[in-house]
């Protein structure tokens, strides 16, 4: 296949860089300790240097799938769908989450929002960058809002992101995983001063589960 045919299938999304799909239970946020298909699609250029996934960044490390091929595979395990990556918005998610529909899947995304929206998505998780913060139209329709701690100055960050997002926005602080014991202690402050946070913990870290 040449280069410009493979792009023209992932521009058209009926291919995917696949780093990995797998059934675990959802670690994080508001459906933790649920059981869901993920599927990690490789590539992500916003730079999060505590990435904790940063072998996905050069997608082309990764093998493109059908995107149909990885909606079936998946359905047969779970019908709730997590999307993550990398950053599974720098994909054309249409074939894919039309594919996941049809099989009668619910479909969560797991995104920074720095890329445009594409596909047919039940609940977006969005957890703002920094370094490639989230394009306007996505804070008006996220489920969650999901803030990474690394340190002091992520808490003002976070608020300046709730102003963003809806009234049933669900809000959730996570420590960044090698701060945790640094910043669970700021984090459980913070949500005893302002109730409408909630904490989330990386359980699957702890469950040694993928
Ligand atoms: C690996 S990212 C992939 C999806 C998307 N690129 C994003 O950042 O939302 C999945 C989730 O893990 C979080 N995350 C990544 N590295 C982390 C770390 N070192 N500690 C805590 N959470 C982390 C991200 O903020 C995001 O909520
Ligand atoms: N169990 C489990 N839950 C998760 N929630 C978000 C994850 C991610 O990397 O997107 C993740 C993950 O990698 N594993
Ligand atoms: S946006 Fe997500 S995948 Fe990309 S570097 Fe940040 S945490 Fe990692
Ligand atoms: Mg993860």
Known sequence: MTKEQEDLLLKEGKMLPVMEHFYTIQGEGFHAGKAAYFIRLGGCDVGCHWCDVKESWDPTLHPLMEAETIAETAAKYCKTIVL????????????????????????????????????HLDWITLSPKKTGLPLEDIYQKASELKMIIFNNNDFKFAQEQQAKTNDQCVLYLQSEWSKRDAMYPKITDFILEHPEWRSSIQTHKYLNIP
């Open 84 to 119: 993550t990556g990398g950053e599974p918005l720098m994909w054309n998610l249409e074939i894919l989450t039309s594919k996941l529909k049809e099989l009668g899947c619910t479909i969560h995304i797991e995104t920074s929002g720095a890329y445009p929206m594409s596909g």
